[in-house]
């Protein structure tokens, strides 16, 4: 077996263990039933004591926001960061609202958290400067194989984009690591972002393999410890992803153009410019216009910019950077690769090969200014 495989043996074994306790026994399940009794009794408002009857009328009468005044609210926060008429943005979570899953009532309110939360967890623009001995292109290469790491694990597409966040947070308050720790810092990153958003995170010994034992599990736990104290253990960082699955809602984009804008954000994980000077959010809409673009050159229409919060005109600066890394993922001499690899599969509708990646819109656009 390669050093690039991953021994799933260990991962199911240890998943046995959970199975193992969902055998109740039957004193526990009786016990359980009694709870649900104790569930039921508490909606049945005839055995609801008197005094609790008064604080639930209390509870009731609270001031309850109007859908009106709801949709007035939300209205003038949206203009405040983008002044569109709102006759002409469609409603996309009309049909969701029978789906509790899709919490669509409160859509709107977590994309403006999500927004506001962009500016703390965004790093320095130039941190990077502050290190002796770790450079722009040290991080490319490491961010290179974190991708082709990621893809061998079968890990979740927010764990990558998590990976690479906590990298550089950490990189940007820490400027006394070495170089011959990079490697470390990286899969400890993937490691941690692993636990916080897939099921089951890689086995250490898996990660100590895939390292070709240069990081022992004594060292990766060591800075796992360390990188999450430093930053405080805050892991929620909002990420391109969550934006783009909104923005591919909006725009109705077919599985070709959501696997382009994921091509497009995966490359410029690999550029340190791109994750230091444009948020996420930005990155997401800046992703999906030029997979647009270049598809079916559809127009960023009013419900585009209502539910990204970005206009076609200030995506230029973002959009002009994709469209050169583009060109230089064409480039077969390029020894970072793993994401062109990565998407020229099926799986990924194979995008990484479409002819349109050279079309007049990406050839031209960087030599606008």
């Known amino acids: 077996m390669s050093r690039s495989q991953v021994n799933t043996a260990t991962v199911f074994q240890e998943n046995q263990g959970p199975v193992a306790h969902l055998k ?13 009794n104790v569930l039921h009794t508490v909606t049945n408002n005839s055995r609801i004591p008197q005094r609790s009857k008064k604080v639930l009328a209390k509870l009731t009468k609270q001031p309850v926001l109007e859908e009106t005044q709801r949709t007035t609210i939300e209205t003038e926060s949206v203009k405040s960061e983008v002044d569109i008429d709102s006759k002409d943005v469609v409603d996309i979570d009309a049909e969701d609202h029978d789906n509790p899953f899709s919490c669509a009532e409160y859509a709107e309110e977590i994309y403006r958290y999500l927004r506001k939360r962009e500016d703390i ?10 290190h002796k001995e770790i450079n722009v292109r040290m991080r490319a290469i490491l961010v290179d194989w974190l991708v082709s790491v990621h893809d061998k694990f079968k890990l979740t597409q927010e764990t990558l984009f998590l990976a690479i966040s906590i990298l550089d947070r950490y990189l940007a308050v820490n400027h006394k690591e070495k170089k011959s720790n990079l490697q470390l810092i ?3 990153a993937m490691f941690l972002a692993s636990k916080v958003e897939d099921i089951y ?11 070709d034992d240069s990081c022992s599990s004594t060292m990766i736990k060591s800075y796992e410890r360390k990188m999450s104290a430093q930053l405080e253990f805050n892991f929620g960082d909002p990420l391109c992803i969550h934006f783009l699955r909104r923005n591919s809602k909006a725009l109705k984009a077919t599985a070709q153009q959501h696997a382009l804008a994921k091509f497009f954000m995966e490359l410029m994980l690999l550029d340190y410019e791109c994750c230091v000077s444009f948020p996420p959010s930005q990155r997401a809409a800046a992703a999906l216009c030029v997979a647009m673009r270049i598809t079916d050159n559809s127009s960023w229409d009013a419900t585009l910019v209502h539910y ?3 206009t076609e005109a200030s995506l230029k600066p973002c959009i002009i950077k994709i469209a050169n890394l583009v060109l230089e993922s064409l480039n077969k001499q390029s020894q970072m690769g793993s994401v062109r690899q990565k998407y020229s599969r099926a799986k990924f509708c194979s995008v990484a090969t479409l002819p349109c990646l050279n079309s007049t819109f990406i050839t031209e656009i960087p030599k606008e200014k």
């Open 24 to 36: 109740a026994k039957d004193g526990e399940a009786k016990r359980s039933d009694r709870i649900r």
């Open 121 to 130: 967890y965004q790093v320095p623009n130039n941190y990077i400067q502050s």
């Open 186 to 188: 990286g899969v400890t």
């Open 201 to 211: 995170a890689p086995d250490i010994s898996d990660l100590v393999y895939i390292t």
């Open 308 to 310: 990204s919060s970005y």
